[in-house]
């Protein structure tokens, strides 16, 4: 079977009842996969069955004083202006229907929408008004106009609200189901509730979700968003089934303490309390023990942090653990990830580092680690959770993730998930929140501290390290002793979750590589042969360098 179609003068579009897998329908940009046209010579403008066969001229009750005449948006409008689809308010470069005259447009899908719909937001059935009319939606409170209705209930609702929404949902950072309600009478403790997911207002006069035994608001995009929703259909679940979710959670998360480390030694302090004073750790071939003679500018190998007492050191190798970082426990959950995260002593790909899915920045330190979602924590991210108290700012600040980037107080970077204040409009990445409060900078006597505020009232705000200006709001380090203001930058680097100078090995190479963080030599790449400037991997006994992403 054959047909002439608008869309390709040239040659016929053939009928094939087999599967065109991977090709989009030109009618409707959706995978075709089943019954379709398409041009066997030129081997392209496959469409489904129904959109090849759609009406030229189409009578639409939202616009009845002319004909619509179908027409390929993408292809008409290719270098033109031109007016949205009157329902979805959209250009999705799809067949539409057109009065030219009017000015007036209408997605071919969007034509042939049905007129009553079963929805799983609502108890009834809701009809489709087919004629303008501003309306505010009864659940996500915003303008429309083109309704569906419920004419027993008096409920309006766009289209997208009635597909988009479930009944109930269960978000990754809360025990319980999340029930759908557009009522504020079930918001009883809350007079101006607040999304305990992305920390701004809720209206309670429209739509939200809800726990009530936790009165847990949360915005309805916020809820449905996949980087808070668990990737679970409570309405399909059984009793059972839900019952060994809760207990699969039970036992993997943080309160389950995997031991990361076997105690070799212990002493006895005059109090009774026993200190290991030589242990084993999963992450370091040799064994550690208890020390507390600081070096100068040395790291700890699991938070990537200046060493401070107490810690434990390798005496044959520059490697060093806090003692809060042997403590860590192996299995933990956290709010930002849907899935239990494991410890892992160096991330299990590409170079030996890897980058933080909460602060974005490089780490090659120990990381809490999903190897299905292929997602890491580094360990200061990890202990952030839910709420932080922050010396740089006076309130309480919450974890907010959201599906847009926010700002950030501190620094103005923009970021998916940030810890906001509910008080004020203050906000921190997650950068930011997990800067050291002190710290030190090469041979400077004194140590720097995190400071919050302009340090005078010049109004010269001029970095001491670099001569370079700064941003009065901007964060910086500070030491008092020498009014020595700083970038941050300045003070701890391009890569400060960098731990540089250790080796490692690969089988790229038969010698063990060193990590180098900035040479006055630009050594050339061998795999890429472009120059090695900072953060790259060295073997002096051959002068071989290559760039860490080309390892």
């Not at 019954?35 to 469409?47: G, L």
């Not at 009157?86 to 009017?102: A, M, P």
């Not at 479930?166 to 607040?194: C, G, N, W």
């Not at 980058?355 to 292929?374: F, I, M, R, V």
Request: hydrophobic letters at 30%.
């Amino acid at each position: 079977m054959e047909i002439q179609h608008f869309c390709h003068d040239e040659h016929p579009l053939v009928f094939n009842e087999d599967k065109a897998v991977g090709k989009l329908c030109r009618g409707c940009r959706k995978p075709v996969l089943g019954p379709s046209y398409s041009c066997i010579k030129c081997k392209k403008y496959y469409h489904h069955k129904s959109c090849a066969e759609l009406p030229r001229e189409l009578q639409h009750p939202l616009h009845p004083k002319h004909p619509l005449i179908l027409f390929d948006e993408s292809k008409f409008y290719e270098d033109k202006e031109y007016s949205k689809c009157e329902v979805c308010k959209e250009n999705r470069w799809e067949y539409s229907y057109g009065c030219f005259r009017c000015n007036f447009y209408i997605h071919s899908t969007c034509a042939s929408l049905r007129l009553t719909l079963e929805s799983e937001v609502h108890d009834h059935p809701l009809t489709r008004i087919w004629k303008f009319m501003k309306f505010t939606c009864d659940l996500c409170g915003k303008e429309g106009n083109v309704p569906f209705l419920c004419a027993q209930c008096n409920f309006c609702i766009h289209k997208t609200c009635a597909s988009s929404y479930l009944r109930r949902v269960k978000a990754i950072r809360h025990d319980h189901p999340l029930h759908l309600t557009y009522s504020s009478r079930e918001v009883p403790q809350s007079d101006s509730p607040f999304c305990q997911l992305c920390v701004r207002k809720v209206d309670a006069d429209y739509g939200f979700y809800y726990c009530l035994s936790c009165d847990y608001v949360a915005h309805l995009d916020c809820a449905v968003d996949e980087r808070n929703r668990e990737d679970i259909n409570l309405l399909k679940l059984t009793d059972g089934e839900s019952n060994e979710l809760e207990n699969e959670d039970l036992e993997l998360d943080g309160s389950v303490d995997l031991a990361t480390y076997i105690v070799k030694k212990i002493n006895v302090g005059e109090d009774g309390i026993e200190i290991p004073t030589e242990i084993k750790h999963f992450s370091h071939e040799h064994d550690l023990k208890l020390s507390d003679e600081v070096e100068n500018n040395k790291k700890c190998d699991g938070c990537v942090r200046a060493i401070l007492p107490p810690f434990y050191r390798c005496a044959k190798c520059n490697f060093f653990l806090h003692k809060s970082c042997i403590e860590l426990s192996r299995k933990k959950r956290h709010p930002l990830h849907e899935h239990p995260l494991t410890l892992l002593a160096k991330a299990p790909y590409r170079s030996k580092s890897f980058g933080c899915n909460a602060c974005y920045q490089s780490c090659n330190g120990l990381t809490y680690h999903c190897e299905k979602c292929d997602f890491d924590l580094d360990v200061q991210c990890s202990l952030i959770l839910e709420s932080l108290s922050h010396k740089g700012h006076e309130h309480l600040l919450r974890l907010s993730t959201t599906s847009y980037r926010q700002n950030c107080s501190s620094c103005d970077s923009k970021s998916f998930q940030v810890l906001r204040c509910i008080t004020c409009e203050f906000a921190l990445d997650f950068e930011c929140a997990t800067l050291p409060l002190t710290t030190r900078y090469k041979q400077h006597e004194h140590p720097f501290k995190l400071s919050y505020a302009v340090e005078d009232d010049s109004g010269d705000y001029y970095c001491d390290i670099c001569e370079e200006e700064r941003v009065p709001k901007h964060w910086f380090y500070y030491c008092a002793d020498c009014s020595y203001p700083a970038h941050r930058e300045c003070i701890l680097g391009k890569y400060p979750n960098i731990k540089f100078g250790g080796a490692y090995s690969f089988d790229l190479h038969p010698h063990p590589l060193t990590i180098i963080e900035k040479t006055k030599d630009h050594f050339e790449c061998h795999k890429c042969a472009k120059p090695c400037e900072e953060f790259f991997y060295q073997c002096a006994m051959c002068n071989f360098s290559i760039h860490v992403y080309c390892v």
